[in-house]
């Protein structure tokens, strides 16, 4: 698994940023950048490039949120911005050649580099093929690695040619595609936590586990990103990535060794195993659902449809609720029930296991109404572990409670916690794949998102059907009752 190397001066590098002054780059790059400088993490020989088309005359609107002004000061000496049209003629690459060759000879940084793509997914073949042609991921003596942002691709045949298209022009083990959930410090704990505990290893498994569910709700709406989720929707937004990502990790095979490869094949294992939804009988296993206005902290938000940039008339869906399984022999009979919105009552994300109750409890009438044991593991926003046990009240009478035990993963020591956008750069300026996708592991998810948009597209879509601020449609706390579970985030 990941850790930051004791020797940053090791992997000397231009860091190019294409899409400079989009919302990402100012809310998430910019400030790990910055950040990881702060903390001394970046190579010694070090540099960043930012790309776009507008001018820019002062840094410092490339970045959202407060600065230590010296500290600032001493940053910028190593930022650059450069105006750029990404989409534009071959000169425009000619020049940024000449540019980024000058800042490799000011910063010794040996022709290294890393190409951040945030930008939207039709432009990434575009900038690949346009760096290759103009000798700007030659390779050689050098290297040079890209970064690209989710999506990958909209659908499986799109994710397929864009993949063809990008390994003309750079090796697969150069492609570093971001699923910034797996930098989440709890989400590499899952790995820790299955294989390090016998505890939980031995019950891991569909003779001790009754239930896996998986939840991810937000309460923030579709914000400046409006034109992008209109498209994408919940199920491409978050199911095929982060949530597919989470299930993945919490079902795999332990793997031969903890390196990077291991445990993607171990993963990609899963996603092949995930049962596909069949049109004609499956629609009873999805429900989608899309938000109305309604109120957050007591204050009053529109609509999706009323939403920046969305179509009036649109059914995009803002939340899905779905029953699916693995189907291999340790989880053959273990539902896992999936739900993921926006506009939601809680902001949260959580994989919660249900253990089976012993059945020998039933014989005495004191434990037959106790709950079964249950573990949480809390991505965010308390990242931690909660486990319910059953125990004997206080008393005289012999009276069962459940009693949580709760850690919460805060550490005194800030230098000891990163944010997830700090360690993926660190992980690609190392060349560590730990905090990035493979191809396969694309190409299984999209399978499988491709299999419920078939299945969707037999559904009757009557939006909205929720209140922004409630838990969601109706019909998806009454999905579990079908089943005699509940859920339990």
Not at 361 to 385: M, Q
């Amino acid at each position: 698994m990941f850790k930051f190397s004791n020797n940053s001066a090791e992997s000397p590098c231009v860091f190019v940023i294409f899409g400079g002054t989009g919302d990402l780059t100012k809310r998430k790059l910019i400030p790990a950048l910055y950040s990881l400088f702060e903390r001394k993490k970046l190579p010694k020989n070090f540099a960043i490039v930012a790309t776009g088309r507008k001018t820019i005359n002062d840094l410092r609107t490339l970045i959202d949120g407060e600065i230590n002004e010296v500290i600032w000061s001493e940053f910028c000496k190593m930022f650059f911005y450069f105006t750029f049209d990404f989409s534009a003629e071959t000169e425009n690459y000619d020049r940024l050649k000449v540019f980024l060759d000058k800042v490799d000879n000011d910063f010794s940084t040996q022709g290294n580099r890393v190409y951040y793509l945030a930008v939207a997914p039709e432009y990434f073949s575009t900038i690949i093929t346009s760096l290759k042609g103009n000798g700007l991921l030659e390779n050689k003596v050098s290297w040079q690695r890209v970064m690209v942002e989710k999506p990958f691709g909209t659908s499986l045949e799109i994710a397929k040619d864009l993949n063809k298209k990008i390994l003309k022009s750079l090796a697969e083990e150069n492609i570093f595609r971001i699923d910034h959930y797996l930098g989440k410090e709890m989400v590499q704990n899952i790995i820790v936590i299955r294989f390090c505990n016998s505890i939980f290893e031995s019950m891991w498994n569909n003779k001790y586990i009754d239930n896996i569910q998986i939840i991810s709700s937000e309460k923030i709406g579709v914000e400046k990103r409006g034109g992008y989720y209109d498209k994408a929707g919940i199920l491409k937004d978050m199911l095929q990535n982060h949530i597919l990502q989470m299930l993945s990790l919490i079902c795999m095979e332990a793997p031969v060794d903890l390196s990077p490869e291991a445990i993607r094949d171990e993963k990609v294992k899963v996603l092949k195993s995930l049962r596909l939804f069949d049109k004609e009988t499956d629609q009873d296993k999805i429900i989608l659902g899309q938000y109305g206005k309604g109120q957050i902290r007591d204050e009053e938000v529109i609509g999706y449809r009323e939403e920046d940039k969305i179509d009036p008339e649109s059914n995009t869906p803002t939340f899905v609720a779905l029953k699916t399984c693995v189907d291999n022999f340790r989880w053959g009979g273990v539902p896992i029930y999936i739900r993921a919105g926006k506009r939601l009552d809680k902001r949260i994300s959580e994989i919660i296991i249900q253990f089976k109750k012993l059945p020998g409890t039933n014989f005495y009438d004191v434990f037959s109404e106790t709950e079964p044991n249950v573990l949480k593991i809390r991505i965010h926003p308390a990242e931690g572990i909660f486990f319910t046990i059953n125990a004997k009240m206080p008393g005289i009478k012999m009276e069962i409670e459940k009693v949580g035990v709760d850690y919460c993963q805060i550490y005194q020591d800030s230098d000891k916690t990163y944010e997830p956008y700090e360690h993926i750069i660190i992980g690609a300026i190392q060349n560590n794949p730990s905090f990035f996708t493979r191809w396969d592991e694309i190409e299984n998810s999209w399978n499988y998102i491709k299999s419920i948009a078939e299945v969707v597209k037999g559904m009757k879509m009557d939006f909205p059907n929720y209140e922004a601020g409630s838990k969601g449609p109706k019909e998806a706390e009454k999905f579990l009752e079908a089943d005699g579970r509940k859920w339990w985030g």
